[in-house]
């Protein structure tokens, strides 16, 4: 029996941590049909959100020093510039302690350092792009990997012939065979419409506000499914205790979800949220109709994103701007709207794959052998 180490990274948001986390149990789960075994290594930021979930992935975790190159003023830059200097060092130790026999990486500044150290030691390397639109760490990654893993063709086409291959978004576990009658039942829901707001790790503060300054209107509309993020979970949760007792029952408040994400999407006829990469992969295997609100940071990749489910007829999109005012009747209009909801599902069912894990899987060992 033989062992593969493979070294994983990628940070910045949930949707480039969870896939790495999905392709690594595919990875497992192959190698042990051969009788063989995998050990893995993640590699992020100190204070990135993926230090906390690759605690709670129970995965070795890797300090590397990155930071991102944002800002317009010449200091920002410059200490951009030093941290990912140092975080090559970091990444060159580990390569020389670690000796990953592949290193994957899924994007998110902290790949930038990870995946020249890997170049430099020749490591092979597996790029994912979960994104429709690459971002400049990915793009900047692409001449040195031997193979990079895409959501979607329309992602293909911006590298060469025969390097990129079309896997589909490696989801998490938990979305395999979702009942929905189940799923409401283990949230307490009744026969009602069922709403999903969420901002994925880090929340969403205009979408919050604007559930936090109508919520007795909301809730007499929908009952309410409410992922916060930390930051604004304490006052909501304060706004619910003083809501009359039949609205609070039609409201369930969380600051973070992990392993239930799959059954809250699966109990709700219709989700709000921003359109990071998980989008790509969870709401179609969720078969989750989207009302979806990009923003423009970091390149403005999640209005690609949102883009591809809109024209597949899965979701709707609303500019940031207008969330205060268009954001109520535009989601109680299409929850009103059974019709037009279940050719939306229909649409989300249609770009459904669940085997994009084992896909990526396969591809890193292919690379790695």
Known sequence: MSTLRVLLSGGGSGGHVFPAFAVADALRRLLEEDGDSVEFRFAGTADGVESELAVEADLPYSTIAARALRGRNLLSKLLSVGATATGVLDALALMVRYRPAVVFLTGGYVSAPVGVAAWLTRRP?????????????????????????????????????????????????????????MARAHFQLNGG????????????????????????????????????????????????????AKLQSRYRLYSYMSEEMPLAMAACDLVISR????????????????????????????????????????????????IPEQLFELATGLLDDRERLQAMRKAMLGLRRTDAARRVAEVILAVAK
């Open 193 to 244: 419409p069922a709403l999903l707001v969420t901002g994925a790790v880090r929340g969403a503060q205009r979408i919050n506000e604007c559930i936090a300054s109508h919520l007795e209107q909301w809730l007499s509309q929908t009952q309410l499914i409410h992922i916060s993020g930390r930051d604004d979970f304490a006052r909501l949760r304060s706004m619910r205790e003083a809501l009359p």
């Open 275 to 322: 359109a990071g990469a998980s989008v790509m992969g969870e709401y179609p295997a969720a078969g989750l109709p989207a009302v979806l609100a990009p923003i423009g940071e970091a390149g403005g990749h999640q209005r690609y994103n949102a883009n591809l489910l809109a024209d597949a007829g899965g979701a709707v999109t609303i500019e940031n701007e207008d």
């Open 125 to 181: 390397i597996v790029l994912l792009q979960p994104d429709i639109e690459p971002g400049w760490t990915l793009r900047a990654l692409a001449p040195l990997a031997r193979r990079i893993c895409v959501t979607h063709q329309r992602s293909a086409e911006r590298y060469p012939r025969g390097k990129s291959i079309v896997t589909g978004y490696p989801i998490r576990p938990g979305f395999e065979d979702l009942d929905k009658p």
